[in-house]
């Protein structure tokens, strides 16, 4: 019984926190706008978040396994021009035309350069 009368303790402070978490209006529309508008020039920090996304297919700091195309010191112009051929569908592709929909342009420039500066 006063086993069963902590859970249920436990469970009503979880329902507060959720509540409270409901509660905090202020921060949802910044991220919003932080979301709809994102920063003109993205920090380096940002570009290798977006950049280690394609490394589990494509190598540790895009220098892949054999059988896999290699992204490290790619032409930036040929690899900003493959993900938006892959975005718009003109380039076949089994995986990349998903994955290059998730980019803005300017996010596919920006994740292109970081490659093309890695060694390869
Ligand atoms: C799930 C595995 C996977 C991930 C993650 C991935 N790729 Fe690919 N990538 C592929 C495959 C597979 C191909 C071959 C085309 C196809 O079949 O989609 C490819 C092809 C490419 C090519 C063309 C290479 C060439 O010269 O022909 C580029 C450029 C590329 N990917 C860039 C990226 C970038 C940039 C990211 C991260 C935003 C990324 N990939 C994430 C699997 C992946």
Not at 4 to 11: D, E, P, Q, R, V
Request: proline residues 7%; hydrophobic residues 50%; glycine residues 8%.
């Amino acid at each position: 019984m006063k086993v069963l009368t902590k859970f249920m303790a436990i469970g009503l402070l979880g329902a507060a926190a959720l509540t409270a978490q409901a509660q905090t209006p202020a921060a949802a529309p910044a991220a919003a706008a932080a979301a709809a508008t994102p920063a003109a020039t993205p920090t380096p920090a940002q570009i290798r978040l977006w950049a280690s996304a394609c490394m589990t297919c494509h190598g540790t700091l895009g220098r892949a396994q054999p059988g896999m195309e290699s992204l490290a010191g790619m032409n930036r112009e040929d690899m900003t021009r493959k993900m938006i051929n892959f975005k718009t569908g003109r380039a076949p592709a089994t995986i990349m035309h998903h994955i290059a929909r998730g980019y803005s342009d300017e996010q596919i420039a920006a994740i292109s350069g970081y490659f093309a500066a890695l060694p390869r």
